[in-house]
């Protein structure tokens, strides 16, 4: 007899929302995480003394609302505290800020374009409605094209159904939006550079691509999806940093009776007759169990852990095409005092939501040309946020912590990826460079500076390529076909073996919905 009926290897949040859903259930659950600490990318560590850094993930965009409700998260020390604004410094000028306020928000487009100002209401009506039909979609398994089943006919045709009712017109906007760049979708109703260039940076995070690329427009389109209490594009920071997220998953988890175990790296996964029979740990402890959950990335579970000899050719061949090109990095400063932005100085409300460095198209497109020929950009494109001005718990009195998300750091770079730690400081000198221009007083400000390259969150947060999201979200890594055509249900082809990472349906961002969406499609099916 098993001694669990589940065995989740890896405490990232989908992990734990899978453990969570499982022991409520009443299933036994043993959670296994490599690291000393649970999270994984959405994690709080002390890195320096009373500076508790958000290391990776750094706001909350995507959680699933329901989660919050089914899992009584809020009683377990969940606290989202909304994003007020998103500021885009310049050069020259006092910059942009996009408020929650529409008025404002209005007043402050029509600077650069009363036209924009005008339009950017129905922009985002039509954002909402492609985000509401959208919602669907991430919050259920998907589709499995081609099944003759009841049941999936009977969703396809339910999902038509809805898209049909969205009239025409929408329906073109949905055809537009995953086969368009992400600036020439936005230019439908915009023609100011200066929105334009911040906008379309939701296109690009965690993908090889630029925002003139065919297809980040969808990419846009997730990002926008951010609901806090209902309301849609309501992005927000974790008390107490993204730990606090994971955190709160785990005490409702182990409220319910799961177990969770912090450095147990697991080596392999037992399969016995092509079934997954538990685990192997580094250590040579064997941990038997029903199914083995893998929170770890597919290369990671089907190459690393399980061993390709279990498996045909075929799908060997199409978890290897699967692509991961890490593009982003992550720098974290612990400051002695906040640096005033040249053009809008002080710590206003205005800073107190994400700060974008994307001055400009072109200014885009260049940070990925250098991404392009194997560098890193000489002017990358920056996303800041200043947690402790919000949440000072994160700091000592009158310190700051400031997070610094990169794009373009690309995983393959020219002399190869094993150069990254030699290269990492000069990475970390070329971001401060980069925000340094905008905010003059922050390298003076600094006391204790972390850097993570591509490299790092491979080698350290188990990030395959150091992708953050488990896998590009290109249009051919999407539903059905995410991660392998044919096995995007969850379930893998070694019995009792599933996926609950962001490597799944619906993909990357602290959202949940792989973990959820397992572990109710593994007891749907009785595997548990």
Not at 253 to 266: E, F, K, M, S, Y
Not at 268 to 279: D, T, Y
Not at 314 to 343: I, M, W
Request: hydrophobic letters at 40%.
């Amino acid at each position: 007899m098993a001694r669990y009926d589940a065995i989740i290897v890896g405490a990232g949040h989908n992990g734990l929302v899978a453990a969570a859903y499982l022991a409520k259930a009443g299933r036994r659950v043993l959670v296994l995480e490599q690291r000393p600490v649970i999270g994984g990318a959405a994690v709080t560590e002390e890195v320096f003394p009373g500076f508790q850094f958000s290391v990776c993930s750094y706001v909350v965009s995507l959680f699933r609302p329901h989660i919050i409700r089914e899992l009584e998260l809020t009683k377990h020390g969940m606290q989202l505290i909304p994003l007020e604004c998103s500021f885009t410094p310049h050069l020259e000028g006092p910059g942009l800020v996009r408020w929650s306020d529409p008025n404002r928000t209005r007043r402050e487009v029509s600077r650069f374009s009363r036209k924009d100002a005008e339009i950017y209401p129905e922009f985002a009506l039509a954002m909402s409605k492609m985000s509401f039909f959208v919602k669907h979609i991430i919050d259920s398994p998907p589709p499995e094209i081609g099944s003759l089943h009841p049941n999936e006919i009977t969703k396809l045709m339910g999902l038509f159904g809805r898209l049909r009712d969205l009239g025409p017109d929408m329906m073109e906007l949905h055809a537009q939006l995953l086969t368009m760049s992400g600036v020439d979708f936005l230019r439908m109703w915009f023609e100011a550079d200066a929105l334009l260039a911040p906008m379309s940076c939701s296109g690009i995070i965690g993908t090889f691509l630029g925002v003139h690329s065919p297809g980040t427009a969808y990419v846009l389109l997730h990002h926008y999806m951010g609901e806090i209490d209902g309301a849609f594009r309501s992005w927000g920071f974790s008390k107490g940093g993204t730990g606090g997220v994971s955190q709160a998953i785990a005490n409702a988890a182990v409220h319910h009776g799961a177990a969770i175990r912090t450095d147990a790296r697991v080596a392999s996964v037992v399969i016995r007759n092509n079934r997954a029979k538990g685990v192997v740990l580094e250590n040579g402890e064997e941990i038997d169990a029903r199914v083995v959950i893998s929170n770890a990335d597919p290369r990671r579970t089907f190459l690393t852990m399980v061993g390709e000899n279990h498996f045909d050719a075929d799908f060997v061949t199409q978890v290897k095409r699967y692509k991961y090109r890490g593009s982003s990095g992550k720098v974290n400063l612990a400051l002695d005092r906040f640096p005033d932005f040249t053009c809008r100085p002080g710590d206003g409300v205005h800073v107190r939501g994400d700060i974008a460095v994307a001055p400009s198209l072109e200014y885009l497109e260049r940070a990925y040309d250098d991404a392009k020929y194997g560098e890193f950009s000489k002017r990358p494109y920056l996303n800041v946020v200043v947690p402790s001005l919000v949440d000072p718990s994160v700091a000592p009195p009158g310190k700051h912590v400031m997070s610094i998300f990169v794009q373009y750091a690309p995983y393959h770079l020219k002399g190869g990826a094993e150069t990254w730690p030699k290269r990492r400081e000069e990475f970390g000198d070329t971001v401060v460079d980069t925000l340094a221009e905008y905010a003059p007083g922050l390298k003076e400000s600094i006391l204790h500076r972390q850097v993570l390259t591509p490299w790092d969150l491979e080698h350290e947060m188990g990030l395959t390529e150091g992708n953050i999201f488990q896998g590009e979200l290109s249009l051919e890594q999407l539903l059905f076909l995410r991660p392998v055509q044919g096995w995007s249900r969850y379930r893998t082809p070694v019995r009792n073996l599933w996926l609950c990472g962001s490597g799944t349906h619906p993909g990357g961002g602290i959202m949940g919905a792989p973990g959820e969406l397992c572990a109710k499609s593994l007891m749907n099916e009785g595997a548990v």
